[in-house]
């Protein structure tokens, strides 16, 4: 701003000359004569020319001038009047027009304020995603524009008006708090600097700053559910299903279905605030474990869930469904149970390795001695083929005459040595009898022995 015209020293010569005048020469004649400047108070754009007229009705006036630092020429005069052209006008000033009436200084004046616009209005970046419900800050800066008692900076969403500030100094700005909701996803904020000049008569002047769209989300803090089958064949596709609630804006949502390292191709959909993401899982790699991860993304942030899903193939011998070691007796009724799985189903034989017999599978059969040996069992399908090594081991069983000779044999066996022990009892207690009948000395010390008197009592 330039400051309050300052008079250039040219300027006070004038004034020094009015003052001795005025104390000099008696007052009376040339005081009903004025000075008058037009036009009073002007407001003006700033850099602009305006047109000076000092009039009077002092009948011969003489050297009609105007006062002032600003670029000045006469554009005309008359009788009692002089017109100047004032151009250039960068900041505020005072015009002051002179001349003499009658010997006598005669004096006039006239404010001229600028106006200027500012040279900038801008809103600060919005935050490119806003959590509903947490403050934001909306910031604008408004630089220069003039007379600052008619500037304001104001900040608006849409045409509403949130926060108003009267310019002060060159920079102005002007700041306001806004509590995001979910109806502020998608609304324009802008700033705008108004200059009020309609008490001049010019009008009301205003600019507005180029407005910034908002956008506002809500992301759960809960991971998406994920839906998905835990195992898969080599070959076949499953539906795998993604969703999750409370999202906004949920169509604004990228999810992101992952399989291994293959991005699988979703198809998404939101109804309300719920987004569902389905895609289809195909197993056309290797067998084994693998990960699908559920990512979804929205104001910058993401929720996921993991899970784990198992891919295999054929063909395969679970080795827990087919016992290595069979110990077998002949002649008796056995099952091999041997089991493969696999996509396409394979073809499961058993062969014995000396003689390429090939043993059922499954089905109960007689077992005889030449049963017994190593066996190749090979589960063949077009992914490939496995092989798992079965040794079976036959017993011999007896005839059964053999047995029943065994059998007969122990039981006599057993029927001799009863007899045998029952002869050696009776022996003994006939002998014990004798030595009673005897009397001989020995008795008392005999009968005292605990076994001999058991012996005795029932006799
Ligand atoms: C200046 O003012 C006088 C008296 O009002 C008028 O006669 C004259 O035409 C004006 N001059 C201009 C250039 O406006
Ligand atoms: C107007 O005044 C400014 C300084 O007050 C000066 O720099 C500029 O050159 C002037 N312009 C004209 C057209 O006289
Ligand atoms: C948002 O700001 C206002 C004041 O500007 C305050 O009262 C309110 O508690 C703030 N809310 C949050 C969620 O920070
Ligand atoms: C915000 O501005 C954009 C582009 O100028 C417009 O498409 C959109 O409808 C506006 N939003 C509102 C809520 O007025
Ligand atoms: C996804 O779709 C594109 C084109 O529709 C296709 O080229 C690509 O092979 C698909 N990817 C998967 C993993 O299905
Ligand atoms: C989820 O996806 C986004 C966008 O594709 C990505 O930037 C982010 O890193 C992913 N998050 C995780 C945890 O993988
Ligand atoms: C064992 O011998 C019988 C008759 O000699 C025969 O039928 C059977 O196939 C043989 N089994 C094996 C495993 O060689």
Not at 163 to 174: M, Y
Not at 365 to 392: D, E, I, K
Request: charged content about 15%; overall charge neutral; proline content about 7%.
């Amino acid at each position: 701003m330039v400051p309050l015209a300052p008079l250039p020293g040219a300027c006070w010569t004038p004034l020094i000359s009015l003052l001795l005048v005025c104390c000099l020469l008696p007052l009376g004649a040339q005081g009903q004569f004025s000075l008058r400047v037009e036009p009073q108070d002007m407001v003006i754009s700033a850099g602009g020319s305006l047109l000076i007229n000092c009039s009077t009705d002092c009948p011969h006036p003489k050297s009609i001038t105007v006062e002032t630092y600003l670029f000045k020429e006469t554009v005309g005069s008359g009788l009692g009047w002089e017109a100047f052209q004032l151009s250039n006008v960068t900041g505020d000033s005072k015009v002051l027009c002179s001349g003499f009436c009658n010997g006598s200084q005669i004096t006039g004046s006239s404010n001229i304020t600028v106006y200027r616009f500012p040279k900038r209005v801008e809103l600060a970046p919005l935050p490119p995603w806003q959590p509903v419900g947490e403050n934001f800050t909306l910031r604008c800066q408004v630089e220069g524009g003039a007379p600052q008692a008619h500037l304001s900076a104001v900040l608006l969403r849409g045409e509403e008006e949130l926060s108003r500030q009267l310019a002060v100094g060159e920079s102005t700005e002007v700041l306001a708090t806004v509590l995001a909701g979910r109806d502020d996803h998608g609304a324009n904020f802008s700033c705008r600097w108004e200059l009020d000049l309609r008490p001049q008569g010019l009008g009301l002047f205003q600019n507005s700053s180029a407005p910034r769209q908002l956008r506002t989300f809500v992301l759960p803090v809960t991971p998406p559910r994920l839906i998905v089958p835990r195992l898969l064949e080599v070959g076949t596709s499953r539906p795998v299903d993604c969703t999750l609630d409370g999202l906004f804006p949920a169509s604004e949502a990228q999810v992101q279905l992952v399989l291994g390292d293959q991005m699988l191709n979703s198809s998404v959909s939101s109804q309300g605030d719920t987004l569902t993401a389905t895609a289809t899982a195909t197993a056309n790699t290797e067998e084994g474990a693998r990960e699908i991860v559920c990512n979804v993304t929205l104001g910058g942030e993401s929720r996921e869930t993991r899970q784990n899903l198992t891919i295999y193939n054929g063909p395969k011998i679970d080795p827990a469904k087919c016992p290595q070691h069979l110990m077998w007796k002949e002649r008796r009724i056995h099952v091999l149970q041997c089991q493969a799985r696999g996509n396409p189903d394979p073809q499961l034989l058993c062969l014995q390795k000396s003689s390429g017999f090939q043993v059922p599978v499954g089905i109960p059969f007689r077992v005889t001695l030449n049963y017994s040996g190593t066996y190749f069992c090979r589960a063949t399908s077009s992914q490939g083929t496995q092989t798992l090594t079965v040794l079976m081991n036959i017993q011999v069983r007896k005839p059964l005459s053999v047995t029943i000779a065994m059998v007969v044999l122990t039981i006599l066996g057993f029927v001799i040595i009863t007899a045998a022990l029952v002869y050696v009892f009776w022996v003994r207690k006939q002998n014990a009898i004798y030595h009673v009948n005897q009397g001989s000395s020995w008795l008392p010390l005999t009968s005292k022995q605990p076994h001999e008197a058991l012996g005795e009592e029932p006799s």
